[in-house]
T-cell receptor, first 112, second 111 residues
């Protein structure tokens, strides 16, 4: 089993460009999450989806949008990238929010 | 809003020394989760505690959940270089079906 798969692993964008980060899980989990990790800041929740068909804002949603395409896939879109969005992005999934989550390998995004 | 705080932010130890990181929540938690992230890697789920006063062990790691379910600790006995990384605690966020992470404690082990 692959677990949680994120693509791409690395990306460099110019300010103002858009892109979509893809995430897929093969564990039949209900909940999926997008976090960003900046040095010394821990993991901050951007958006989450408690179940297929629902999405909600986390701690730092500004500048992002998400789509829960189906139970397996949860994408994160940056409409107009800014240097402040330079970070490592992690997708995660869990059976529900009350149990431990499995993380993808991360996407290292640089906005210049 | 809800906060999950961890101390210390960094800890340098000599191999063989013990290490403890503490996690404190501003609200009562239904459960607490612990994760480990190796340098350059992704967070890996270690364990979940649910009951007040619960203590669980994984080899040299001991996890404890406070009686009031607002604090937790992770203790590593006789650290090894393989213990290097950042240890995060996390708990359910209030007002939604989400998980909130502490800022983490980064452990450095000198051989």
């Amino acid at each position: 089993n692959a677990g949680v798969t994120q693509t791409p692993k690395f990306q460099v964008l110019k300010t103002g460009q858009s892109m979509t980060l893809q995430c897929a899980q093969d564990m039949n989990h209900n909940s999926m999450y997008w976090y960003r990790q900046d040095p010394g800041m821990g993991l901050r929740l951007i958006y989450y989806s408690a179940s297929e068909g629902t999405t909600d804002k986390g701690e730092v949603p500004n500048g992002y949008n998400v789509s829960r395409l189906n139970k397996r896939e949860f994408s994160l879109r940056l409409e107009s990238a800014a240097p402040s969005q330079t970070s490592v992005y992690f997708c995660a999934s869990s059976e529900d929010f009350r149990v431990g989550a499995f993380f993808g390998q991360g996407t290292r995004l640089t906005v210049v | 809003g809800q906060q999950v705080m961890q101390i210390p932010q960094y800890q340098h130890v000599q191999e063989g020394e013990d290490f403890t990181t503490y996690c404190n929540s501003s609200t009562t938690l239904s459960n607490i989760q612990w994760y480990k992230q190796r340098p350059g890697g992704h967070p890996v789920f270690l364990i979940q505690l649910v009951k007040s006063g619960e203590v669980k062990k994984q080899k040299r790691l001991t996890f404890q959940f406070g009686e009031a379910k607002k604090n937790s600790s992770l203790h590593i006995t006789a650290t090894q270089t393989t213990d290097v990384g950042t240890y995060f605690c996390a708990g359910p966020g209030t007002g939604g079906f989400k998980t909130i992470f502490g800022a983490g404690t980064r452990l450095f082990v000198k051989a």
